[in-house]
């Protein structure tokens, strides 16, 4: 049973570019969340998907969004990137029911912003 | 401030220590308290949850909180090089969806 997946890996963008960012849910799982983790800090919450629609958010500006489809995996989009956006984006699955306290994390993607 | 506090370490004890963590908050609304361990360039790993107060044992882990202090702790016993890692406290309000974390406590079990 495969766990959370994330893709790409790593990325490398320039200032003022666009990313996209993709995560698969563990299995039987119906519910994504992102978080943001900067280097030597703890992750913070991005937003939160369930039913195809942001459920919740966290404290991050509009260049943040995201998408959940038919079959719950998700993505984030990132527009006009700045420097301070490097960090490691992470996904964590759950169910609804459980979200508040039963996530799986995927292993991140690490951006750099340049 | 930030409403959750954890002291970041690094922490260095010797293999078959017990190793206490812990972490203090500041919102009252917080009822599940989760420790996640995160090795390097990897993603978190729940170890454990708990709802409320109470104590919560799992192996060679054991959770507590105590809500009337704000103030919860994860024991590890008999401390492995295997448990060399980040160890992540987080909290979330009932129905909330989304957790808060600290910034981590650096563990080095050494053989």
């Known amino acids: 049973d495969a766990g959370v997946t994330q893709s790409p890996t790593h990325l490398i963008k320039t200032r003022g570019q666009q990313v996209t960012l993709r995560c698969s849910p563990k299995?039987?799982?119906?519910?994504v969340s992102w978080y943001q983790q900067a280097l030597g800090q703890g992750p913070q919450f991005i937003f939160q998907?369930?039913?195809?629609?942001?459920?919740q958010r966290g404290n991050f500006p509009d260049r943040f969004s995201g998408h959940q489809f038919p079959n719950y995996s998700s993505e984030l989009n990132v527009n006009a990137l700045l420097l301070g956006d490097s960090a490691l984006y992470l996904c964590?699955?759950?169910?609804?029911?459980?979200?508040?306290?039963?996530?799986?994390f995927g292993p991140g993607t690490r951006l750099t912003v340049t | 401030q930030k409403e959750v506090e954890q002291d970041p370490g690094p922490l260095s004890v010797p293999e078959g220590a017990i190793v206490s963590l812990n972490c203090t908050y500041s919102?009252?609304?917080?009822?599940?308290f989760m420790w996640y361990r995160q090795y390097s360039r990897k993603g978190p790993e729940l170890l454990m949850y708990?709802?409320?107060?109470g104590n919560k044992e799992d192996g060679r882990f054991t959770a507590q909180v105590d809500k009337s202090s704000k103030y919860i702790s994860l024991f590890i016993r008999d401390s492995q090089p295997s448990d060399s890692a980040t160890y992540l406290c987080?909290?979330?309000?009932?129905?909330?969806?989304?957790?808060?974390f600290g910034d981590g406590t650096t563990l080095t079990v050494k053989p």
């Open positions: 299995s039987g799982h119906d519910t």
């Open positions: 964590a699955s759950s169910l609804e029911e459980r979200s508040s306290y039963e996530q799986y």
């Open positions: 919102n009252s609304a917080f009822q599940y």
């Open positions: 987080a909290m979330d309000d009932t129905n909330a969806g989304k957790s808060t």
């Open positions: 708990t709802y409320s107060s």
């Open positions: 998907y369930y039913e195809e629609e942001e459920r």
